[in-house]
């Protein structure tokens, strides 16, 4: 499967919301991302990191991040991305166990949850790595091609790890480069 997305890593950053290389775009997911996280130096960990681009994000924003992803070519293209940054690092892992610490201040994940074969272990793993007052950013979808996870099912698995599970619709145009005719979506759980 590593192999799938290894042959993917090098036009990942294409798609607007992937490179976030459009001013108008980055700037969207600025937006977001801040109006969920805590103050900097905050830990996030960045699970299914792919290229890094929200990971470099936040670290330019002085956030400290671990970027985590199974495929070594994205990891590679994220060391790249991330070059002169010192609170920004990736390893490859398995997002649904990441070989990461506890204490965490966010668990950040974007289009995974609904690929893993166990998204219930997955998220108990995730609340593991969280410090007590942590939180879960899960970015989620149900695509035009019939994959994804739906909105209902995706709090259903939050609430039975967190004591509050929020959610939030992503259908600004900004945050994808364009106008999408799938349903997309932010989780935001605490523990």
């Not at 989620?140 to 609430?159: K, Q």
């Amino acid at each position: 499967m590593s192999e799938n997305w290894d042959a993917e890593a090098a036009t990942f950053d294409d798609e607007p919301d992937h490179g976030l290389r459009d001013d108008d775009t980055r700037a969207a997911w600025r937006e977001l991302l801040l109006r969920h996280l805590p103050r900097p130096p905050a830990r996030v960990a960045d699970l299914g990191c792919g290229t890094g681009s929200l990971s470099v994000l936040l670290a330019d924003e002085g956030f400290v991040v671990d970027g985590v992803d199974f495929s070594a070519a994205m990891v590679e293209r994220a060391i790249v991305k991330a070059a002169g940054r010192g609170e920004v690092s990736f390893m490859v892992g398995d997002a649904a166990d990441p070989p990461l610490p506890d204490g965490y201040d966010v668990v950040l994940c974007r289009h995974v949850l609904w690929a893993l074969p166990d998204p219930a272990a997955a998220l108990g793993r995730w609340v593991e790595l969280l410090a007590p007052d942590g939180t879960l950013l899960l970015i989620e979808g149900v695509w035009h091609t019939g994959t994804g996870m739906s909105p209902e099912r995706t709090l259903e698995l939050v609430s039975g790890v967190a004591a509050e599970a929020e959610l939030h619709p992503l259908d600004d145009p900004a945050l994808w480069g364009d106008e999408v005719s799938d349903l997309r979506y932010l989780v935001v759980g605490r523990p």
